[in-house]
């Protein structure tokens, strides 16, 4: 139940999406939606990274914080059924196959969790308008995308 | 005061954008940030569609709701910087040179302004659990969406 509990809070994937979550759009369809939501993402964690190495505005942050936590909290996981680990979507998909393996669910529920725990304090943290504090929830975010890629996405 | 606050509210568009946005990306980051937000958007709306249309899934309208709901108050006009009428993200833009006019801001005000209003309600009926009322919530938001398509989006 652990497992399952933390996969539906956060990334919701494989075994939870299929189980959970009502499948939405064909696979090149989920594909192209989670590279947008990636995307997506990526835009925000940019914007602030700008307002920790520039100027700081508060509401930036605060905007692009709560784009994190809402995409984080939305169980993306529903967009990587088993007959999308290959095919194209903007650009051909990078998942591995291992994303996709019985031996990974663990792995992968820790690595969700993780990601969603730090998605959901950077919006609390924004919130605060402490830009050190800020900075350093930035970098353990960060650290939490990269886990994820790692393991799971092929280099381009 | 008013249209800028609308704008700042909202999509955040042109002029507002640019004295209270700071720039963040290449124009072509800008284009595939901006096609992959809205995009995230599609996602989102399939997902409640899918709910109204077939089994009502609570805690997935609301996933979505937020999503869309973040990503409307995100200020994408800063996406849209004037040098980017033209280029390349994902795919060409589409969007209009109508929309970088001085003459279009009032409108572009008006239309940001109402799609804003509509995406903080469907994420507030979400959380009611009624499916009747985000149905409906779900056509005026898709109707403030079309808004803007028709005005300032080339076609396919």
Redesign the interface.
Known sequence: MKIRTILAASLGLTLASTTL??V??KPE?QI??R??????L???M??IK??VE??Y?KD?VV??A??I???A???MGA?FQPNTGSGKG??ETRVKPEFFKAESRDELGRIAGAYGKEANEMARVAATGDAGAVKAQFGKLGESCKACHDKFRKDE
Do not use: F, I, M, P
Not at 35 to 40: K, P
């Open positions: 979550a009502q939405v759009g369809d192209r939606w590279q947008s939501a990636y995307h997506t990526a835009w925000s940019a914007r700008a307002n520039g100027t505005n930036q905007e692009a709560n784009v936590q809402a995409v909290n939305s169980k967009l903007w650009k």
